[in-house]
């Protein structure tokens, strides 16, 4: 059974910093892309970072230079560090993966930017 579980989200001001967390079971993690998304309040679901098995990146544009998504296989860990954060930033953040072309979400941290 697939299980992603986040954490770390929370309140901070503008121009803080933030770590998520996305602890997997249940997967070969080592070889799996992880993803982050995040959705605004009245917004659609959207990409933010992604990190394949090889540990290459991709970011979201507007995240890019202020996010870094890294991941610690002996963990089965992947993680989101999160600076200079915006009041744009705010959403609920989950963790995702795509595996044998089915969809994993985790529950949603909840990321407060105050300005």
């Known amino acids: 059974q697939v299980q992603l579980v986040e954490s770390g989200g929370g309140l901070v001001q503008a121009g803080g910093s933030l770590r998520l967390s996305c602890a997997a079971s249940g997967i070969i993690f080592s070889i799996t892309a992880m993803a982050w998304y995040r959705q605004a309040p009245g917004k659609q679901r959207e990409l933010v970072a992604i990190?394949?098995?090889?540990?290459?990146?991709n970011y979201a544009s507007s995240v890019k230079g202020r996010f870094t998504i890294s991941r610690d296989n002996a963990k089965n860990t992947v993680y989101l560090q999160m600076n200079s954060l915006k009041p744009e930033d705010t959403a609920v953040y989950y963790c995702?993966?795509?595996?044998?072309?089915?969809?994993?979400w985790g529950q949603g941290t909840q990321v407060t930017v105050s300005s």
């Open positions: 990190i394949t098995g090889g540990n290459s990146t």
């Open positions: 995702y993966a795509n595996i044998r072309l089915n969809d994993y």
